[in-house]
């Protein structure tokens, strides 16, 4: 028998599947669906070998209690039943908030599902406890502010238009590793219409290598490339001046400030050459079908909301919105309009309790005074869908947060994870194929429905079943906890004007959101209070904006420049085989991936006397990493780029790549700068 259901992991694909059951424990084959119109049958591989991971020799079967060191493994934890499981949490969590208040606990999650169930339930029992709240930061918090400044919501272009372009530019993206339908849709305009690709990325990417042209410009300088190009289609007579006076809200002093930002200038900063410049502005500004695939990859930077902002402004200044296949896409994800109210317990949410931000996890647990402040440190934890010792920032700082004493952590999970290692309860979760959800996308258009197929396997319990029951043993009272996730999906569905499950999903698992092609285009209107196109953002809503904030499109230059002592700019874009961190635990991924590797140019290697394949130290004030070089002249010299996120105790000494980058928290609205980083290189022996 095969099943619909919905890929749910962090990815803008989201791919609409189809899961062979074997027998009522087992999936055989998993398989895109079709018929979905954008996902089209199309899957990555490491989940075309999804068997792998659901009935893996490790999966977490059995509720587990540390009896040994944190951070050691599995050989540290004993086996206890779930009742016993339960109780110790809720009696640690109940401990901490009388000795130190409700704000000493702080439920922590990420979206290791993107079900919303799953995912975002946590946030019911925190705001029902009063628990500390999370600012989450670590993935799209840079490219919304950046995308919202100018068109006002995270919508644009169907992504299904890509097959009717001309002109497809993956900005800051690597598709090919992190979402395969773009290069789906683009292969079918490649074929009918001749369309071209041009990558915007520091290194050649996967994506880069079909690539007509390839922008390698250095890591943390779009802002400046995005102006330069606005120069040359307003200074050539190639900016659609009708388009800016009806639909944005260009001045005077905006053809000022574009009139400096010129392609020498940009040429310096990006380290590309200003003919290249040129040329592209011309070709993107002559192409009506342009379509710019935004992507996160350029915003994980110090001024990445600027340079997200800056790059949406191109099709505003050449007109593109107007055309089929013409325009851009950062994110189509408030399509389905999902009213979370009961899903979150946003009725009960209280705004004065502190929230702290997910990405400075490491400052946050090592009692950073930035971060607590007055307020008590962090005592108890509850972790779901995330791995923070491998993904977040200064990990340094993450590992001693978790290595305290004085801290009770409990985590739910899939596998005995580097952040499970830490836990004094571990917990063990379901998979998607085990529970029902329901999930939007970044990347297209629809909403979509994943039900329960196999059961799970031992002891394993879904995240809301286990919010549900720490909820009956804390007091917490929702009327979301009394539900089951059908009825929860059920009720969402209605609260958001979609009608029963059984009504949207009625002709299909999916439910196709998106607007009629004015509203896509934003023809009908930007999503900004006097309905145009922002030149000029309002970074000042932001309580944390600095005074310095650009206030037109520019090179914003906060980053992590490279200087004597740290002569390399770092990237730590996604590798291929492993998602974040996930399937790292999975043979086929690492079988692939081999081993943490350094892309370095030749010519530095050769400055560094260094040969191709040798070790080498990685460094700067957080850290140093020993990590395996690779000779690579796809990047500029002096930018070195090494694929993630492997876990720390894949590298020498158990130090990750994690360690080197920064938790600041970027302007105006904060976000992790995992591509931000300047480092220094020294041969290893
Ligand atoms: N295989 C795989 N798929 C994934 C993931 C994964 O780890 N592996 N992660 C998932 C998640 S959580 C997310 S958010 C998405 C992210 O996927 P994307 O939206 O593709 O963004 P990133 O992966 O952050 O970055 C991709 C590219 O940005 C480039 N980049 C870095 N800095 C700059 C810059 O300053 N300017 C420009 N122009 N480019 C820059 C990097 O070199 C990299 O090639 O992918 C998801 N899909
Ligand atoms: N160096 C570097 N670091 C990065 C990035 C980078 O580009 N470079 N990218 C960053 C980005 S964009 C992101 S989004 C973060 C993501 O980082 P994470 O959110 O930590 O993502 P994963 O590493 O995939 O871990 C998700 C975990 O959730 C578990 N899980 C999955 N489904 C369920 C479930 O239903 N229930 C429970 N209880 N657990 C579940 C999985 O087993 C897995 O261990 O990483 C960031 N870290
Ligand atoms: S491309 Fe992304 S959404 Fe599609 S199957 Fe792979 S991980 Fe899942
Ligand atoms: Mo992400």
């Known amino acids: 028998m095969r099943f619909h259901t919905t890929c749910p992991h962090d990815c803008p694909s989201v791919c609409a599947l189809e899961v062979e059951r074997v027998d009522s424990h ?21 989940v075309s070998r999804y068997a792998e991971r659901v009935h893996h020799r490790d999966r977490l079967l059995h509720p587990l209690k540390r009896v040994g060191a944190k951070g050691v493994g599995r050989e540290a934890f004993v086996q206890i039943d779930w009742d016993e499981a339960l109780d110790i949490v809720a009696d640690n969590f109940r401990r901490v908030a009388n000795e130190h208040g409700p704000e000493a606990v702080w439920p922590y999650f990420y979206a290791g599902t993107m079900g919303l169930v799953q995912r975002d339930g946590i946030e019911r029992l925190r705001h029902a406890m009063r628990y500390s709240r999370q600012k989450s930061t670590i993935c799209v918090t840079l490219a919304d502010t950046g995308w919202k400044a100018g068109c006002g919501a995270k919508r644009g272009v169907d992504g299904r238009e890509i097959a009717e372009t001309d002109l497809l530019i993956v900005w800051g993206g690597n598709p090919v590793h992190t979402q395969v339908n773009v290069m789906h849709h683009y292969a079918a305009a490649r074929q009918s219409r001749g369309a071209k690709l041009v990558v915007v990325d520091p290194y050649r990417t996967a994506t880069a290598e079909k690539s007509d042209l390839h922008l390698m410009l250095r890591p943390g300088t779009d802002g400046a490339l995005a102006c330069a190009m606005i120069h040359v289609m307003l200074s050539e007579g190639l900016a659609d001046r009708d388009y800016l006076a009806r639909y944005t ?72 919105w107007r055309h089929r296949g013409g325009g851009a896409l950062y994110g189509n994800t408030s399509l389905p309009g999902i009213d979370q109210t009961t899903i979150m317990g946003l009725d009960v949410m209280d705004r004065s309790v502190r929230a702290l931000d997910q990405s400075r996890i490491g400052p946050v647990l090592t009692n950073d005074p930035a971060d607590i402040g007055d307020g008590p440190p962090v005592h108890a934890m509850l972790v779901q869908n995330t791995n923070p010792v491998a993904v977040a920032p200064e990990s340094a700082r993450v590992r001693e947060g978790f290595l305290r004493e004085d801290l009770f952590v409990c985590v739910h999970e899939q596998f005995m994870t580097e952040t499970a290692a830490m836990a004094d309860i571990v917990l063990p979760a379901t998979m998607f194929v085990e529970h029902d959800d329901i999930y939007t996308a970044s990347g297209h258009t629809f909403l979509q429905l994943g039900r329960k197929i196999i059961e799970p396997p031992g002891e394993c319990r879904s995240n809301h079943r286990v919010l549900g029951e720490l909820a009956a043993r804390l007091g917490a009272s929702h009327r979301g906890f009394a539900m089951t996730e059908l009825e929860l999906i059920d009720d969402t569905l209605r609260d958001s004007g979609h009608g029963s499950i059984d009504e949207a999903f009625a002709d299909a698992n999916w439910l196709d959101c998106a607007r009629d092609f004015d509203g896509m285009h934003f023809l009908d209107g930007f999503a900004t209070r006097d309905r145009r196109f922002h030149f000029r953002p309002d970074w000042t809503r932001y309580d944390d904006c600095p005074s310095d904030m650009p206030l037109l499109p520019d090179h914003y230059d906060v980053i992590d420049n490279a200087d004597d002592e740290h002569p390399f700019r770092m990237v730590t874009a996604p590798s291929r085989w492993f ?38 130290h990685l460094g700067n004030r957080r850290g140093i990493v020993t990590i395996a070089c690779q000779a690579f002249d796809g990047v500029q010299p002096g930018v070195v780029i090494v694929e993630s996120v492997w876990p720390n105790r894949d590298f020498a000494g158990g130090i990750g790549i994690n360690t080197l980058v920064s938790a600041d928290a970027a302007p105006p609205n904060g976000g992790a700068v995992f591509h931000d980083t300047a480092v220094w290189i020294r041969p290893a022996a």
């Open 249 to 320: 809200d260009f001045d005077e002093r905006a053809e000022r400030h574009f009139a400096a930002r010129t392609p020498e200038w940009a040429s310096r900063i990006t380290g590309l050459d200003a003919r290249e410049i040129v040329d592209f502005a011309r070709w993107y500004a002559t192409t009506p079908r342009s379509f710019i695939r935004a992507q996160h990859g350029f915003s994980r930077s110090r001024n990445g909301a600027v340079n997200m902002h800056a790059v949406s402004c191109l099709p505003a200044v050449s007109g593109a």
């Open 579 to 616: 998602l974040n961190s996930s399937f790292t635990e999975c043979d086929t991924s690492r079988r692939h991936e081999r081993e943490p590797r350094a892309k370095v140019h030749p010519d530095d290697l050769a400055r560094l006397g260094v040969a191709d394949g040798e070790s080498v």
């Open 26 to 46: 087992t999936i055989g084959k998993v398989r895109g669906a079709k018929a979905q119109p954008y996902t089209a049958g199309v899957i990555c591989a490491k």
